[in-house]
């Protein structure tokens, strides 16, 4: 079993989560369902697969049992772009956060980790 964050919920806790565009954009989407005594009830609509037993019901950080991913869509064009509509050296990165604060601070001996997928694309 994969070691937990520092906060013992795993999925259960709301977070936040940041795409930052260096000069200066940030973007972010926070899941509030998260912990709800009923959340996922309300996903089943959306393909969530109900009565798995256990805590199927409950809200959780951005997804539930059975259900599609949503894409988070950004368009960063103005970020790099800006206005004059020539591109600038721009930098992207990614936090995760609980409480406005890292949810694993360092040291650790085996720190949780996230599988995250991002992509850029333009055309």
Same mark, same amino acid.
């Given at each position: 079993?994969?070691p937990q964050?520092?906060?013992?919920?795993?999925?259960?806790?709301?977070?936040?989560?940041?795409?930052?565009?260096?000069?200066?954009?940030?973007?972010?989407?926070?899941?509030?369902?998260?912990?709800?005594?009923?959340?996922?009830?309300?996903?089943? $609509?959306? *393909? /969530?697969?109900?009565?798995?037993?256990? +805590?199927?019901?409950?809200? #959780?950080?951005?997804? %539930?049992?059975?259900?599609?991913?949503?894409?988070?869509?950004?368009?960063?064009?103005?970020? $790099?772009? *800006? /206005?004059?509509?020539?591109?600038?050296? +721009?930098?992207?990165s990614y #936090?995760?956060?609980? %409480?406005?604060?890292?949810?694993?601070?360092?040291?650790?001996?085996?720190?949780?980790?996230?599988?995250?997928?991002?992509?850029?694309?333009?055309?």
């Amino acid at each position: 079993m994969p070691p937990q964050d520092n906060n013992n919920c795993a999925e259960f806790c709301v977070t936040s989560h940041a795409i930052t565009v260096s000069p200066g954009s940030v973007h972010t989407e926070t899941f509030t369902a998260a912990g709800t005594e009923f959340g996922g009830t309300f996903e089943t $609509i959306n *393909g /969530a697969l109900p009565n798995e037993h256990g +805590t199927w019901q409950y809200g #959780r950080d951005g997804w %539930q049992d059975g259900s599609a991913v949503r894409p988070w869509l950004v368009d960063i064009t103005s970020d $790099i772009f *800006g /206005a004059g509509g020539q591109p600038a050296n +721009t930098t992207i990165s990614y #936090r995760g956060t609980f %409480q406005g604060k890292d949810p694993n601070p360092p040291p650790q001996e085996n720190p949780p980790y996230m599988v995250v997928h991002m992509y850029l694309s333009w055309y």
